[in-house]
T-cell receptor, first 115, second 116 residues
Framework: AQSVAQPEDQVNVAEGNPLTVKCTYS??????LFWYVQYPNRGLQFLLK??????LVKGSYGFEAEFNKSQTSFHLKKPSALVSDSALYFC?????????????FGKGNQVVVIP | DVKVTQSSRYLVKRTGEKVFLECVQD?????MFWYRQDPGLGLRLIYF???????EKGDIPEGYSVSREKKERFSLILESASTNQTSMYLC???????????????FGQGTRLTVV
């Protein structure tokens, strides 16, 4: 079954510095990969996705993510973090061969941007 | 914009009660999902439905059931609520048809359920 690992519980970064949130995945074939963000007491909001094509994917709010097949990773990045980026970030994967419609989520990363 | 609406933001129920969590989407999506979110565990899939009256168990279906009588509505039922079902519950929907796998899911705002 497909799975996602987000190895860090919390990421602290100073405002204006680059932000990276790590994600690695496990699927049987080529994955469909997603990033979501959750602000306090809210549902999840879609940020970006990788389906096929260019390994660098650009999404909402200045975020981007790089698909690396050899490292089975899909790290989320932002060149210059804002205090308003403080939130919970989830990586998710679908396995197009065996996964049906299931989205498997990681445990989430709390991002804290320090003013 | 896609809208997924969960009927309650906060609920407090007693142990043993039958609890209904309602979710409605307005974009004619075929697929609907129920997740629960717990700190350190992320989102875990309880049930999903890919069509009216169709349902499949997710990873943690025990103690839950679902109902999908109409395309826009997906209900989660706690048959006899227990304290270990205290959690944040998230409903989501996504388009079906082909291709289906590459579409993102749209989430409701969540229902924080406390069972006392």
């Amino acid at each position: 079954a497909q799975s996602v690992a987000q190895p860090e519980d919390q990421v602290n970064v100073a405002e204006g510095n680059p932000l990276t949130v790590k994600c690695t995945y496990s699927v049987s074939g080529n994955p469909y990969l997603f990033w979501y963000v959750q602000y306090p007491n809210r549902g999840l909001q879609f940020l970006l996705k990788y389906i096929t094509g260019d390994n660098l994917v650009k999404g909402s709010y200045g975020f981007e993510a790089e698909f690396n097949k050899s490292q089975t990773s899909f790290h989320l990045k932002k060149p210059s973090a804002l205090v308003s980026d403080s939130a919970l970030y989830f990586c998710a994967v679908r396995d197009p061969i065996r996964g049906n419609n299931r989205l498997a989520f990681g445990k989430g990363n709390q991002v804290v941007v320090i003013p | 914009d896609v809208k997924v609406t969960q009927s309650s933001r906060y609920l407090v129920k007693r142990t043993g009660e039958k609890v209904f969590l309602e979710c409605v989407q307005d974009m004619d999506h075929e697929n609907m999902f129920w997740y629960r979110q717990d700190p350190g565990l992320g989102l875990r899939l309880i049930y999903f439905s890919y069509d009216v009256k169709m349902k499949e168990k997710g990873d943690i279906p025990e103690g839950y059931s679902v109902s999908r009588e109409k395309k826009e509505r997906f209900s989660l039922i706690l048959e006899s609520a227990s304290t270990n079902q205290t959690s944040m519950y998230l409903c989501a929907s996504s388009p079906g048809g082909a291709p289906i796998m590459n579409t993102e899911a749209f989430f409701g705002q969540g229902t924080r359920l406390t069972v006392v």
